[in-house]
């Protein structure tokens, strides 16, 4: 029996329907001439949150299928696209986005979001993703630089007094390992633009961010890179990188009194997305 449990599911969740405004992303669909599209395809779906913001932006019915390695993640999906987006024809199906279940150019569109940084090769990820996409298609492709997320957060910028370069260090040994190990890349946005600019069959690379910026207290942010130290997996993959113990708990502790200097502070709080948009031959 398989007791493991579902891929991403400590990062699922409604905040995800902040990371960008509609009016930002209708804007962006409305300069690059993409809003009629009649097929989508949303690959690792996961609940629906980003596959179901991009499908609310069209009013004629469309068909959208939505592919997850998980069947929890296929079941859920199912609910969140009859919830949010009731209008629109949406089916649900468990494949590896390394070898996307479909045929041969059957979608205008194939969009995922933050699921490159997660796959042992994007490229051929990519590679599948273009070859379902009908030529003059688009791809959709938001990914991180998770690094902005878990180093350069304002609230480390807010107390200058305090030394952070011991967060630096140990985020970038865990990026280093979980990268050599092959678990993905979480800063993948970086190289995202080669990739898609080597592929023979793609024509030209937009690249948007999210607009919206969090106002709120650094405890919030400070507390979830917090418990990021506590989880084993994470942990070990810094110490893989080269990460000693010791420089483990003294981010910790930096962390620690960051929150406590910080207290009662508001600070900003950028989503580090970026939204890649391109264009099949046609
Ligand atoms: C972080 S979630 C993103 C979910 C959704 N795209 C969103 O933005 O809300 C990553 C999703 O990709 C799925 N996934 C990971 N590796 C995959 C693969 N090789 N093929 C298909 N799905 C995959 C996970 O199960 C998970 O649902």
Same mark, same amino acid.
Request: with cysteine.
């Given at each position: 029996?398989n007791?493991? #449990?579902p891929?991403?599911i400590?990062y699922?969740d409604d905040e995800?329907?902040?990371w960008?405004?509609?009016?930002?992303?209708?804007?962006? @669909?409305?300069?690059?001439?993409?809003?009629?599209?009649?097929s989508?395809?949303?690959?690792?779906?996961?609940?629906?949150?980003?596959?179901?913001l991009?499908a609310?932006?069209?009013?004629?019915?469309i068909? /959208?299928?939505?592919?997850?390695?998980?069947?929890?993640?296929? *079941?859920?999906?199912? $609910?969140?696209?009859?919830?949010?987006?009731? %209008?629109?024809?949406?089916?649900?199906?468990?494949?590896d986005?390394?070898h996307l279940?479909?045929?041969?150019?059957?979608?205008?569109?194939?969009?995922c979001q933050t699921?490159l940084?997660?796959?042992?090769?994007?490229?051929q990820? @990519?590679?599948e993703?273009?070859r379902?996409?009908?030529?003059?298609?688009?791809?959709? /492709?938001a990914?991180?630089?998770? $690094?902005?997320?878990r @180093?350069l957060l304002?609230?480390?910028?807010?107390?200058s007094?305090?030394?952070?370069?011991s967060l630096?260090?140990v985020?970038?040994?865990?990026?280093?390992?979980?990268?050599i190990?092959?678990?993905g890349?979480?800063? /993948?946005?970086?190289?995202?633009p *080669?990739?898609?600019r080597n592929?023979?069959?793609?024509?030209?690379?937009n690249?948007?961010?999210?607009?919206?910026i969090?106002i709120? %207290?650094p405890?919030e942010?400070?507390q979830? /890179?917090?418990?990021e130290?506590?989880k084993?997996?994470?942990?070990?993959h810094?110490?893989?990188?080269?990460? *000693? #113990?010791? %420089?483990?708990?003294?981010?910790?502790?930096?962390?620690? #009194?960051?929150?406590?200097?910080?207290?009662?502070?508001? @600070?900003?709080?950028?989503?580090?997305?970026?939204l890649f948009?391109?264009?099949k031959?046609?």
């Amino acid at each position: 029996m398989n007791t493991s #449990r579902p891929h991403s599911i400590d990062y699922i969740d409604d905040e995800r329907y902040q990371w960008w405004s509609k009016p930002h992303l209708e804007s962006i @669909v409305n300069r690059l001439e993409i809003g009629a599209v009649s097929s989508m395809l949303d690959v690792g779906v996961g609940g629906g949150h980003w596959g179901t913001l991009l499908a609310s932006l069209y009013t004629d019915r469309i068909e /959208i299928a939505g592919v997850d390695v998980e069947q929890h993640w296929v *079941t859920q999906s199912e $609910y969140a696209y009859k919830e949010q987006v009731p %209008q629109h024809c949406y089916t649900a199906s468990k494949g590896d986005a390394h070898h996307l279940p479909f045929d041969d150019r059957q979608f205008d569109l194939a969009t995922c979001q933050t699921l490159l940084m997660h796959c042992h090769t994007p490229r051929q990820v @990519v590679n599948e993703m273009v070859r379902v996409t009908k030529p003059g298609g688009s791809l959709f /492709i938001a990914e991180p630089m998770n $690094y902005v997320n878990r @180093v350069l957060l304002s609230s480390c910028l807010a107390a200058s007094e305090i030394d952070t370069t011991s967060l630096w260090k140990v985020w970038a040994y865990y990026n280093r390992a979980r990268q050599i190990a092959g678990y993905g890349d979480e800063n /993948i946005a970086a190289t995202l633009p *080669t990739l898609l600019r080597n592929h023979p069959d793609l024509t030209s690379i937009n690249a948007f961010q999210t607009e919206t910026i969090r106002i709120g %207290q650094p405890d919030e942010t400070i507390q979830t /890179i917090q418990s990021e130290f506590e989880k084993p997996q994470i942990v070990n993959h810094m110490m893989e990188g080269g990460a *000693t #113990r010791k %420089q483990i708990d003294d981010a910790a502790s930096t962390l620690s #009194r960051l929150r406590k200097k910080l207290e009662n502070q508001l @600070v900003t709080s950028p989503t580090p997305l970026i939204l890649f948009a391109t264009q099949k031959h046609s």
